[in-house]
Nanobody, 127 residues
Framework: QVQVVESGGGLVQAGGSLRLSCAAS????????MGWFRQAPGKERDFVAG????????YMADSAKGRFTVSRANTKNTVYLQMNSLKPEDTAVYYC????????????????????WGQGTQVTVSS
């Protein structure tokens, strides 16, 4: 089992940048694939980015491609989401999620493939 805690959210102007971090507990973090999702008020929780246990494979939502980058540092039990060129429509609560690589092999964009979730961190982009 793993617990995850997001940080790094805040208020930023359009065009600015933020880096979100997701710190995970557990000695088996390096065997977990990770995902980032976001949820705006009144909307579904949508996939943003995913990264394999080794970091060798990454997946991005179309809305994030070219602006966001996902990475991980297994020695620090941390996953990052670097967000550049932020837009007001990026405003949402951002969630980090984890899944054991040997138990889940479905799409990284499928919320049901992630049993472990953080509490989320608010990102607000002003125009």
């Amino acid at each position: 089992q793993v617990q995850v805690v997001e940080s790094g959210g805040g208020l930023v102007q359009a065009g600015g940048s933020l880096r979100l971090s997701c710190a995970a507990s557990g000695r088996t973090f390096s065997s977990y694939a990770m995902g980032w999702f976001r949820q705006a008020p009144g909307k579904e929780r949508d996939f943003v980015a995913g990264i394999s246990w080794s970091g060798g494979r990454t997946y991005m939502a179309d809305s994030a491609k070219g602006r966001f980058t996902v990475s991980r540092a297994n020695t620090k039990n941390t996953v990052y989401l670097q967000m550049n060129s932020l837009k007001p429509e990026d405003t949402a609560v951002y969630y980090c999620a984890a899944r054991a690589s040997d138990l889940y092999s479905g799409s990284y964009s499928d919320r049901s493939e992630y049993p472990y979730w953080g509490q989320g961190t608010q990102v607000t982009v002003s125009s």
